[in-house]
């Protein structure tokens, strides 16, 4: 039985019994721990090698010890790793998995190089090669040279460690800035990653979700039955629900060949650029994931970490960057992918448990399986839509409100000038002349705002569409929408003085809108017309005017 991640998802957080292994080492080699069985342990041919592997350890460690400065080992139950000045050596362990044969020679050296080739599209600044060992003809072992090769290297630029995400979410430093320049790197990597057009990701999916709950049904003493089922019978009705979608995604090329372990500690600042690596490289059909489901990782490990805001902001950056209306409905999915993504992390916890009766894992397992569970919790969608002269912060309440809205990962925040700039093909931050704020661009905004927001609100995903909404029958429009569709609807209606307002826009920077002090002259001279929507006083502290909209409009699903 595996007793760690299934297919599309590795457990890069399970670490061997050395305690040299712990969260703050400079390389997070992201080892599966996969076993046949629930004692776990490699088969007999990893013994063979071991004596080997021992030596050129050794051998490394001894090689890169230089000037007094002694190199750092560090040890997964898939890797040793040796970091030495600005280099690291990974050295895979000569072990047979489930999913796995490390155990011969060749073997090895064959994953090494896949390692780095799919790895160089991702960090290639990191992965340097592979290297050999070899044994010369006096006995001794090299570093590379022309004797035989006795063992194989990645070889990789080692990297601050305080700057993985992990790190940087531990310090309070995942600001919008960064997550939206993450978002943009994913989104590249998905735009170039090999297409697979395979039905096989819908079943894979289900083996997945039924893999998971045969496992943990399997060690019921650390989880209640009874709650087990209950999250199964959810998620089998969901992937139900979506799997026709599923499969239109992939006959519409959203399964592809990606990362496929996109969690934060898989994320590193490199001068100062995001930079994703250490993909999963083992498995070809492991990888051909849908994208969002990849995206999923990354947004699970936020929620779970109670970093909801962010989980919400990495999801919609994602989405502003994609620009890619036709995949707009796969939001649908979003929910199941975080389930299912949440109960195995739930699995691999209840499992570390029964092998090492240390109690923290409990309270691990426990707090995934909620995530699963709330995000299998029906929750209707529901339409919001802020409103506001520029420069009363329209955009920075939505992005704070958004997700607690909804289901997990929260509401789509649709933002007028960012789908205008979609709309008219520049960049978000590019500036556009004043033609393109003419009424006819404007009403095909709102149409897009419209359209996007009927689609995912039919996904089942709450919506959050910011916009000035300063006419009247601009305001009537988007409450027509929710009704329509037979959904809730609240209007936000911010507001500011004028010297509040013009110093707000004056000082913006790096901001999709291209409202200025004119702007803002115009649209105060403009009769705004009845508004019936709720006032806020936006003048206030931020976090004074995200309370009050919040108290508003109750039913926020969670804390954020």
């Known amino acids: 039985m595996m007793v760690a991640d299934t297919p599309n998802d590795i457990s890069s957080d399970i670490p061997s019994n050395d305690p040299s292994n712990t969260r703050t080492s400079p390389l997070n080699t992201g080892e599966t721990v996969i076993a046949n069985d629930m004692a776990g342990g490699p088969a007999p041919a990893a013994a063979a090698s071991g004596d080997a592997q021992a030596e050129v350890t050794a051998f490394l460690l001894e090689a890169a010890t230089t000037g007094g400065t002694p190199a750092v080992r560090i040890d997964t139950h898939g890797a040793v790793v040796v970091l030495a000045g600005d280099d690291v050596y990974k050295m895979k362990r000569a072990v047979r998995l489930a999913f796995m044969d490390l155990s011969t020679l060749e073997r090895r050296r064959r994953a090494c190089e896949r390692e780095v080739e799919v790895n160089a599209g991702f960090a290639p600044a990191l992965y340097r090669g592979v290297v050999a060992v070899t044994r010369r003809s006096d006995g ?57 057009c395979t039905a096989a990701f819908v079943d894979q999916l289900r083996a997945i979700v039924e893999e998971n709950t045969a496992t943990l049904l399997q060690i019921g003493h650390v989880v209640d039955p009874a709650r087990i089922a209950r999250l199964a019978a959810d998620t089998g009705r969901a992937l139900d629900a979506v799997a026709p979608l599923l499969q239109q995604r992939v006959d519409n090329g959203y399964v592809r060949r990606c990362h496929a372990d996109l969690h934060l500690r898989n994320i590193v600042l490199i001068d100062g650029r995001p930079t994703l690596f250490d993909a999963l490289e083992f498995d070809e059909d492991l990888a051909t994931i849908d994208v969002l489901y990849d995206l999923a990782f990354l947004v699970m490990d936020l929620l779970r970490r109670s970093l909801v805001r962010e989980a919400n902001a990495v999801f919609n950056r994602y989405l502003a960057a994609a620009r890619d209306a036709a995949g707009l409905p796969g939001v649908a999915a979003m929910p199941l992918f975080l389930a299912v993504r949440a109960t195995i992390r739930a699995k691999i916890e209840a499992v570390r448990l029964q092998q090492t009766a240390e109690a923290g894992f409990q309270a691990t397992a426990e707090g995934y399986l909620a995530l699963a569970e709330d995000a299998m919790r029906p929750v209707p969608p529901r339409l ?10 329209k955009s920075t309440v939505a992005a704070r409100i958004a997700g607690g809205l909804g289901r997990p990962p929260g509401a789509v925040h649709l933002r007028s000038d960012v789908e205008r700039k979609g709309l008219l093909g520049v960049g978000e931050f590019e500036r556009l002349p004043e033609s393109a704020y003419d009424r006819a661009t404007t009403e095909a905004v709102y149409a897009v705002l419209h359209r996007k927001a009927s689609t995912v609100l039919r996904a089942g995903l709450a919506v959050v569409v910011d916009a000035v909404h300063q006419q009247d029958g601009e305001r009537l429009a988007v409450a027509a929408l929710a009704e329509r569709l037979g959904m809730r609807f609240d209007g936000i209606w911010l507001e500011a003085p004028a010297a509040t307002l013009t110093g707000r826009v004056a000082a913006r920077h790096g901001d999709a809108s291209d409202a200025d002090q004119r702007v803002v002259a115009e649209q ?9 929507w709720r006032r806020v006083d936006a003048g206030r502290p931020l976090e004074a005017v995200v309370a009050d909209v919040e108290g508003i409009l109750g039913g926020i699903s969670r804390a954020v």
């Open 384 to 393: 919001v839509a802020v409103g506001g002269l520029s420069g009363t912060g």
């Open 524 to 532: 105060l001279s403009r009769d705004s017309g009845p508004i019936g």
């Open 140 to 196: 001794r072992l090299a570093l590379g040279g022309d004797g035989v090769p006795v063992e194989w290297l990645v070889h990789m630029r080692r990297f601050d460690e305080t700057l993985t995400f992990d790190r940087i979410a531990e310090r309070g430093g995942l600001d919008a800035d960064l997550l939206q320049r993450t978002a943009a790197v994913i989104v590249a990597s998905h735009a170039r990653a090999p297409l697979r």
